[in-house]
Every structure is written in C-alpha cells, then in structure tokens.
C-alpha cells in the first residue's frame, strides 16, 4: 500500500485539536471571544430561504470581499475569503513552496504552518523562543536566521499562540524589511489579534507586497462552528491563491454570516475588556495556587507546570467536565494554555484547580 503514498506522508500525522469531547462542560482548551456570538449571526441564518441553500454560493464571496474592503480601505481584489483563517493558511505553501525550500516558524506557535509547509515537500527550521526569555522573540536573532537562510516564506503568529506575545507595528516593519531583502514571503495570523488590547492596525502594511496577512472571525466573534477567516495581500498574491483555491470554499452559511460580522465591529471592544478583565483575575488566581502563568496580549494564558505533566492535569480537570490546552504538542509538555471566559466559567475553573492541585 505504501507506494500509493508521497514520501512526504513520512513526515505528517494529524494536528492535535481542542473541541468534540463529549464529557467537556467549559472548554478552555480554544480561546474564543468570551462575550460568545453576537446574536445578529443567529438572525442572519433564520434569513437563508430555499433558494439560498439549492444555489452554489459566490465562489468568490464578492459581496463578503466588498464588504470587508470598503471596512478596512482596500480594494475588492486584495481580499480573499477561507473556510476559516486554516484553510487560507494551507493555500499559501501551495504557491509558493517548491521540494526543498525552507520556511522559518517560530517555536513554539501555532502547529499547522509547518504541517502545511511540509505537505508540500518543504522544509522547516525553527526560530527557538526561549523559555527563560519568557518565550519573547529576539528580534536581532531572528532576522539574522531570516538573512543568513534566506527562507522562501516566514511565518508569525501575533499575538503568538500559545505565548501570547503580540509585537507591535515597528517591530513587524523590522521583520517586514528583512523578508523584503532575502525576498522572503511574510505571513502574519493574526487570527487572535481582534481580542487583543494591543491591536494595531496592519492593513497598509501589505503594499509592500511581500507579505499576506491572516485573520479569523471565528475567533473574534467566537462562532468556530461556522468557520469564516480571511486574508489580505497585493493583488498579485489574491491572483496566485485564486488559482489553486478550491471553488465554493467558503459556504453560503458562512458567507451570510460574514456580511453580518462586518457590521459588528463595536461588538469586539465589549470582548477585549471583558478579557483584560478576566486575565488579570485569572493571572491572579493561579499565582495565588502557585502556578506561574507567563504574561498574555492576548485572550489566553500560557501556564508553566514547572515540570508536572499537562496531560495528568487535564486528566484531573476532565473528570469535573473541565478541559485546558494540553500543550504537548507545541512541545511543551509541562505547560497548559487557558481560553479566557466569562467570570462565572474562570470562577468554576478556580474552583476546579484548587480541588485538582491538592489531589495532584
Ligand atoms: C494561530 C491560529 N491561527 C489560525 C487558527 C485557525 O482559525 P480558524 O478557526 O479561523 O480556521 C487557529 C485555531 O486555533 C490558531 O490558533
């Protein structure tokens, strides 16, 4: 059988993912806007008719892109619409990773950008974040491995999951600049960058044409169960992923959905203070169990177990219907990472810690 296969599938198994476990009452393993959907995504579904579901959907999602473009000053063609930010991010190896060329990530990050470099017969050298630095990035020492690799595509994450640092605009123009001079693909996701008390605006930053911005509005507006992300780049870039994009990608659900979230931008501020809010609480409370959670931008706490392993914690947690992010498989075997909820939910995890920790 294996002569069926590519020899990349060597390399591949499948992401390890939050969600589907049936035992689990608060999910802390995903970090989605703790406000929950706006409740214009239910209305915006009663809306679909007959017609609506018997028809293919726009396989370009025109209205979505106009939608978003006039939103954030861009033009229609320097948008492009994913099954969720995930999908985008796969499509972007397929332009431009040939057997053989490099990709620098970050690590530990988000799983699926070296998955999708590899599945592509790329490969993939890690920026290692340090621990004892907090997991911060040296700036110097990464556009040096940028310069001296000269990579074809760069990946960051920011906020990085599951650090939750979040550089700002002059640092991501520094990095910007160096892919420019090794003539490197930059991709931003900034899928969790709308819950971040630091957000900065991005947008104009892709008329350097080297580099395509992610987002998810799954996150944002916390509805992973319809999955609608978007990217933003040059014209030249849209053209190129058009291409290789699979038609109708992105469902006439989703697309309904998306036209409604563009209206609700005023619906994130009410998202980041109730995060800053309950990160602090949150923050507090496990130094108070003497846990060391690592300072957040973002709407997760990454939490070091200081040696003890994530996966007998959750093991504890599960049995109260609680669950966290193990992070084995960022490689971080000792560490959890904390969805920030509402107060009610971080009350009940308390609680559930405080039981777990004195079994443990
Ligand atoms: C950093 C990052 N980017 C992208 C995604 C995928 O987002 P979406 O649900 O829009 O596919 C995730 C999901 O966990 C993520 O953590």
Known sequence: MGAIFRDVLKKLEACHHGGGLDDVRLDFSTSLNPLGPPPSILESLRSLNNFDLSSYPDTDSSTVCEEIAEHLNLSNDEILLGNGASELLFMIPLISIEA??????????????????????GEVCRHELKRENNFRMDLDSFKHDIETIKPKLVFLCNPNNPTGEYLGREEVLDILETCRTTDTLLVIDEAYADLSAKKWCSDDLIENGNLIIVRSLTKSFSCAGIRIGYLIATREIVLALKA????????????????????????LRGG?????????????????????????????????????????????????GIYLRDCTSFGLPAFVRIGIRNHEDNLRLVEALDESLKEW
């Not at 990608?249 to 931008?265: D, R, S, W, Y």
């Open 100 to 121: 053989g060329d490099i990709a620098i990530i970050p690590s530990p990050t988000y799983g699926e950008y070296s998955h999708s470099v590899l599945m592509m017969g």
């Open 272 to 320: 980041v203070e109730l995060v800053e809010r309950e990160k602090a609480y949150l923050a507090d409370e496990l130094k108070r169990l003497s846990l060391n959670p690592i300072a957040s931008d973002a709407n997760y706490i990454l939490v070091d177990l200081e040696g003890r392993s994530a996966a007998s914690l959750n093991e504890k947690l599960l049995a109260k």
């Open 244 to 267: 290789v994009k699979i038609p109708w990608n992105v469902n006439i659900l989703a697309q309904k959905v998306a036209i409604t979230l563009t209206k609700e931008i005023d619906y």
